[in-house]
């Protein structure tokens, strides 16, 4: 098992940027995949990036392409969340997940994930 913990949100205005970090439990980091969901207030969760085993894959969400970068330090076990230009709509509760499994496609839902944190707060004012 592994134990997720985000840090790193707050409030910003738009146009900034944020950096959130997911620090891992356990010895075995490296065996996860590692993915970004969000989830705005009324709204579904929703995919924001993942990050293959050992950071040479990475795949986003059209919605924060070009804006956001996911990258981990294996020795570290932490995955982080670079947010850049960031826009009202980015506003959401934002969580890292962890899976084990080796999926065939990108693994871009909910239902991919074995482990989550609990979410930290992003906030960003017009």
């Known amino acids: 098992q592994v134990q997720l913990v985000e840090s790193g949100g707050g409030l910003v205005q738009a146009g900034g940027s944020l950096r959130l970090s997911c620090a891992a439990s356990?010895?075995?980091?490296?065996?996860?995949?590692m993915g970004w969901f969000r989830q705005a207030p009324g709204k579904e969760r929703e995919f924001v990036a993942v990050i293959s085993r050992s950071g040479g894959s990475r795949y986003f969400a059209d919605s924060v392409k070009g804006r956001f970068t996911i990258s981990r330090d294996n020795a570290k076990n932490t995955v982080y969340l670079q947010m850049d230009s960031l826009k009202p709509e980015d506003t959401a509760v934002y969580y890292c997940?962890?899976?084990?499994?080796?999926?065939?496609?990108?693994?871009?839902?909910?239902?991919?994930?074995?482990?989550w944190g609990q979410g930290t707060q992003v906030t960003v004012s017009s």
């Open positions: 356990g010895r075995t980091f490296s065996t996860y995949t």
């Open positions: 997940a962890a899976t084990s499994v080796l999926y065939n496609v990108v693994p871009d839902t909910s239902r991919s994930y074995d482990y």
